[in-house]
Nanobody
């Protein structure tokens, strides 16, 4: 089910930054763990970051130290700040929500994608 909306994607040069946003008009996002996934052309969707219901953050090794996930509960939004972007970060980025307490460590960072709700995705292209 599509209950989330992503925004903030675009074209950026290597080394640049983007901030992705995930919002829902129907879900209270702080009641869910929120994951960010990406899918490059010809590749499987992969989890890159996750924030638990208790706001513990998780990152894939490939983005650790460059990406930061955060919540703004007042705005019902989750952000993914992406710095020092690389060409290999190119892809469609999706946010997803799930009620499972094991979602971040058991799904997002385990190469799985099963989630209660998804967004439609936003394109990120890193190119010179």
């Amino acid at each position: 089910q599509l209950q989330l909306v992503e925004s903030g994607g675009g074209l950026v040069q290597p080394g640049g930054s983007l901030r992705l946003s995930c919002i829902s008009s129907s879900l209270v996002l702080n009641s869910y763990a929120i994951g960010w996934f990406r899918q490059a052309p010809g590749k499987e969707r992969e989890g890159v970051s996750c924030i638990s219901r208790g706001s513990t953050t998780y990152y894939a090794e490939s983005v650790k130290g460059r990406f930061t996930i955060s919540r703004d509960n007042a705005k019902n939004m989750v952000y993914l700040q992406m710095d020092n972007l690389k060409v290999e970060d190119t892809g469609v980025y999706y946010c997803a929500a799930d009620r499972s307490t094991a979602y971040c460590s058991g799904t997002v960072l385990r190469g799985k994608t099963k989630s209660d709700y998804w967004g439609q995705g936003t394109q990120v292209t890193v190119s010179s």
